[in-house]
């Protein structure tokens, strides 16, 4: 008798404990189901911001791309115009060149011939020289220059750029070389219109 009582207490005592750790269990699941829902929502959320975010810059780095494929097409549409401008400019500094220096070396030779000398000619001739040199390096780096543009090059603004300031350098040489030129001419004729002709002086002696 006391055995069936012990025995029918001890099972009131698990149906108990079980019917009061069902409900407890369940809400622990119901928690963690809560929490894993949450933290899947914060993974789900983050990773569509970054692929918002991804999409915006695809979407920034597209547009550049086609901003810098119209300017290079418009380059392009333009680079035979600009090439042979700079191929004009190129072979305008040469024909320059090639002219002062057939005038100068006309000079010289008319020089010599006469047979007259003045003191500055050894210095008219040693600055025409130099000035010379610099106009010829100038006309050469113009020339190599000329034929560095192109649209599909690492940077054409910057070549273009380097041609202007050549060319003004190329001008500028050019000049100064003309200027010693003409100072050749100015000595050389100095001289000449200096001398006495024959003519001039048989006249001279006979009126005396």
Known sequence: MRLLRRTGILAISTSV??????PAFAVATSN????????????TATDQVAQAEQKAADAKANAQTRLSDAKLKACQNRET???NIMSR??????KQLALFS???????TFYTQKGKTISTYDALVADLAAKKALAQTAVQTITSSSTAFTCD?????????????????????????KTAVKNLIVGVKSVQQTTTTPSTTDTSKGSN
């Open 102 to 108: 057939s005038i100068a070396d006309k000079t010289e």
């Open 89 to 94: 400019l190129s072979d305008r500094g040469q």
């Open 17 to 22: 404990l079980v019917f009061i750790a069902t």
């Open 81 to 83: 115009a600009i090439t």
């Open 32 to 43: 963690a189901h809560a929490e894993t829902q949450t933290t899947n929502q914060q993974t």
């Open 153 to 177: 090059g690492t940077d054409p603004k910057s070549v273009a750029a380097t041609f202007k300031d050549n060319l003004k350098a190329e001008i500028t040489a050019l000049n100064d070389y």
